[in-house]
């Protein structure tokens, strides 16, 4: 019998989405994605929130860390990975609004997020 798809060979399984290219999110995904981000890390600007993000990168690959630190810093990462996510996902919103006049024309105008 072959193996199923992800099965033996280190990978995970990719899911995609019944007669689409788009891949589905791995339930631990959603479960990241869904979780507030906490108030330190909501308090960050885009860049130090980057500079930490790349700061826990290196350390884990350094792979020095105990389990539990690593695990730890994971969590942290992906918070900030989120965090970083929703300010540009603001920024482009401001772009596009400004870019996006109603008339057509280039045109600043105050937009609300959120």
Known sequence: MPPRP??????RARLFAP?????LAAPEEIAMAESP????????????ALKELEQIVNAL?????????????Y?????????????????????EKIALGPDGTLKAEPTTLG
């Open 37 to 48: 981000i906490p108030a330190d890390i909501a308090k960050l600007s885009f860049e130090d």
């Open 61 to 73: 690959e350094g792979g020095k860390a105990k389990l539990d630190d690593a695990i730890k810093a």
């Open 19 to 23: 007669g689409t290219s788009r891949k």
């Open 75 to 95: 969590e942290r990462g992906a918070a900030l990975k989120r965090h970083c996510e929703r300010k540009l996902a603001e920024a482009q919103g401001k772009i």
């Open 6 to 11: 992800g099965e033996g060979n280190g990978r």
